[in-house]
């Protein structure tokens, strides 16, 4: 056994601990990682948003995931709001991706490795907080005491701190198996009385087979093997009974894959990313994305908790508002499209997820607004307020000038990479559109000056200055 000192420890190695691990070693930080499994490891979670893309670019990884063979989704074969089959062409996921986990989650790791990142695989951690910070004890190959400054929780639902988890969704439960199977190059996705099914093709004659359902459905079933079960499952369906007698290369798994979210998923010298810190419906494929995004916010985080702790407090509530936000909005999309599956209304799996929201109620449409005149004087409108913004900047949680209006869903600070806020001090003197435009031009190029101004009066944000009237005698 020997001793390491170091500024953060990750536990956990899928794609949000190694790229936790990787930002914060690229800003200059002494970091090591437990993983406690060997790779490559059987995951799921292989179908991967669009949305990937610029979270990848970021960190310099875009490339290399698309130099690997990772396979892009052809058409989509739907049984969902219609009992016949829907076709949606590949062009409605254009870059979207189907990966084999196991390779996916080996070239994160590799590239944290590559950045400077201790990597310790496999290991056991057990954590305990100390009077500066944590005590982690590695227990694998190598045999490690660790003293760290902070600790990154990326050890998925059950984490490695065991904190309070909340649910946002009823108890699910999945079935998961690989077939060895030749097959069309579609997806599948169908709803069933119990659940729904997915399937697409990670490789060539293999596909990944996935059905979602209560567990008591699981429970009813227990005098049956899972791989039984999920082959009755498929048996009477429209798209999926092809593969009633397929053959399964790894045995199948029950997974829970219900949304839950951590109560406590900051302090001021810990942070949970990924599924530690919050896991999505498996319907939106956002998953990755979305554990992705949670680890550079956290990585900002834990960077600043080190360089600036007399931020702790903006840190903590920062990263706390971004959760619920993505927990708020992810339940409102999920309910909404649960309730599109109509014919099973009554069953108890989708009766229970039919739940009204509120967030995004249909508002009547805005009538448009004429373009303003170049004469036209403008003004900030009356209902929007200027406001100091938490955000994150180059890698860092401070704060900048923003603001709230009626109709944003959040506040605003930038728009398209530019500080919007720093623009509207412009707006003191009531300037006429022209003028506007030309002082933004100073600072940005004109064609964004001229893209900002548009937008900002399409969103009501802008708007015409009441002309002063001229007193009479």
């Not at 009633?244 to 790894?250: D, E, G, I, L, P």
């Not at 680890?295 to 360089?307: D, F, M, P, Q, R």
């Given at each position: 056994?020997?001793?390491l000192?170091?500024?953060v420890?990750v536990?956990?190695?899928?794609?949000?601990?190694?790229?936790?691990?990787?930002?914060?070693?690229?800003?200059?930080?002494?970091?090591?990682?437990?993983?406690?499994?060997?790779?490559?490891?059987p995951?799921?979670?292989?179908s991967?948003?669009p949305?990937?893309w610029?979270?990848?670019?970021?960190?310099?990884?875009?490339?290399?995931?698309?130099?690997?063979?990772?396979?892009?989704?052809?058409?989509?074969?739907?049984c969902?709001?219609?009992?016949?089959?829907?076709?949606l062409?590949?062009?409605?996921?254009?870059?979207?991706?189907?990966?084999?986990?196991?390779?996916?989650?080996?070239?994160?790791?590799?590239?944290?490795?590559e950045a400077?990142?201790?990597?310790?695989?496999?290991?056991?951690?057990?954590?305990?907080?100390?009077p500066?910070?944590?005590?982690i004890?590695?227990d694998?190959?190598?045999?490690?005491n660790?003293?760290?400054k902070?600790?990154?929780?990326?050890?998925?639902r059950k984490?490695?701190?065991?904190?309070?988890?909340?649910?946002?969704?009823?108890?699910?439960m999945?079935?998961?198996?690989?077939l060895?199977?030749?097959?069309?190059c579609?997806?599948?996705?169908?709803?069933?009385?119990?659940?729904?099914?997915?399937?697409?093709?990670?490789?060539?004659?293999?596909?990944?087979?996935?059905?979602?359902c209560?567990p008591?459905?699981?429970?009813?079933?227990?005098?049956?093997?899972?791989?039984?079960?999920?082959?009755?499952?498929t048996?009477?369906?429209?798209?999926?009974?092809?593969?009633?007698?397929?053959?399964f290369?790894?045995?199948?798994t029950?997974?829970?894959a219900?949304?839950?979210?951590?109560t406590?998923?900051?302090?001021t010298?810990y942070?949970?990313?990924?599924?530690?810190?919050?896991s999505l419906?498996?319907?939106?494929?956002?998953?990755?994305?979305?554990?992705?995004?949670?680890?550079?916010?956290?990585?900002?985080?834990v960077?600043?908790?080190?360089?600036?702790?007399?931020r702790?407090?903006?840190?903590?509530?920062?990263?706390?508002?971004?959760?619920?936000?993505?927990?708020?909005?992810?339940?409102?999309?999920?309910?909404?499209?649960?309730?599109?599956?109509?014919?099973?209304?009554?069953?108890?799996?989708?009766?229970?997820?039919?739940?009204?929201?509120?967030?995004?109620p249909?508002?009547?449409?805005?009538?448009?607004?004429?373009?303003?005149?170049?004469?036209?004087?403008?003004?900030?409108?009356?209902?929007?307020?200027?406001?100091?913004?938490?955000?994150?900047?180059?890698?860092?949680?401070?704060?900048?000038?923003?603001?709230?209006?009626?109709?944003?869903?959040?506040?605003?600070?930038?728009?398209?990479?530019?500080?919007v806020?720093l623009?509207?001090a412009?707006?003191?003197?009531?300037?006429?559109?022209?003028?506007?435009?030309?002082s933004?031009s100073?600072?940005?190029a004109?064609?964004?000056?001229?893209?900002?101004?548009?937008w900002?009066?399409?969103?009501?944000?802008l708007c015409?200055?009441?002309?002063?009237?001229?007193?009479?005698?």
């Amino acid at each position: 056994m020997y001793d390491l000192e170091l500024d953060v420890c990750v536990v956990g190695g899928g794609p949000a601990g190694a790229l936790v691990a990787l930002r914060l070693a690229t800003l200059g930080h002494r970091v090591c990682l437990l993983e406690r499994q060997v790779f490559p490891r059987p995951q799921v979670g292989e179908s991967l948003s669009p949305g990937i893309w610029p979270l990848l670019d970021s960190v310099g990884l875009g490339e290399i995931i698309s130099r690997t063979s990772f396979r892009v989704p052809g058409n989509t074969l739907l049984c969902w709001a219609e009992s016949e089959p829907q076709l949606l062409s590949s062009d409605a996921r254009a870059g979207a991706l189907l990966v084999d986990r196991s390779r996916f989650d080996a070239l994160f790791l590799e590239a944290a490795r590559e950045a400077g990142v201790h990597v310790v695989q496999p290991a056991q951690a057990r954590v305990s907080r100390t009077p500066k910070g944590w005590q982690i004890f590695a227990d694998g190959e190598e045999r490690l005491n660790i003293s760290a400054k902070k600790l990154v929780d990326a050890a998925g639902r059950k984490g490695c701190l065991h904190g309070r988890r909340v649910a946002f969704s009823e108890r699910t439960m999945a079935l998961w198996g690989h077939l060895d199977v030749n097959h069309d190059c579609a997806t599948r996705v169908e709803a069933v009385p119990v659940g729904w099914l997915w399937a697409a093709p990670i490789a060539d004659n293999k596909v990944s087979l996935l059905f979602f359902c209560d567990p008591a459905y699981i429970r009813q079933g227990s005098g049956r093997d899972m791989e039984r079960l999920l082959r009755e499952c498929t048996t009477k369906t429209v798209l999926f009974s092809g593969f009633a007698q397929a053959v399964f290369s790894r045995p199948v798994t029950a997974r829970d894959a219900t949304c839950a979210y951590a109560t406590e998923p900051v302090g001021t010298d810990y942070v949970l990313v990924g599924e530690a810190n919050y896991s999505l419906d498996p319907l939106s494929s956002t998953g990755i994305e979305k554990a992705l995004q949670s680890a550079l916010i956290g990585a900002a985080v834990v960077n600043t908790l080190l360089n600036y702790p007399e931020r702790s407090n903006l840190c903590t509530q920062f990263y706390r508002d971004r959760q619920q936000e993505a927990v708020t909005t992810h339940t409102a999309w999920m309910n909404q499209y649960y309730r599109e599956v109509e014919r099973y209304a009554g069953e108890p799996f989708w009766n229970a997820r039919r739940a009204a929201s509120a967030l995004y109620p249909n508002a009547p449409r805005a009538k448009e607004l004429p373009q303003p005149r170049l004469t036209t004087s403008v003004r900030l409108a009356p209902e929007v307020s200027l406001t100091k913004e938490t955000c994150v900047i180059h890698d860092e949680i401070a704060t900048r000038p923003g603001l709230r209006a009626p109709s944003l869903v959040r506040p605003l600070v930038f728009l398209n990479g530019i500080e919007v806020g720093l623009l509207l001090a412009d707006l003191a003197s009531n300037p006429s559109w022209r003028d506007l435009l030309t002082s933004w031009s100073r600072r940005i190029a004109p064609g964004s000056a001229e893209r900002v101004a548009n937008w900002l009066w399409e969103k009501r944000i802008l708007c015409e200055a009441t002309p002063t009237p001229v007193p009479t005698r």
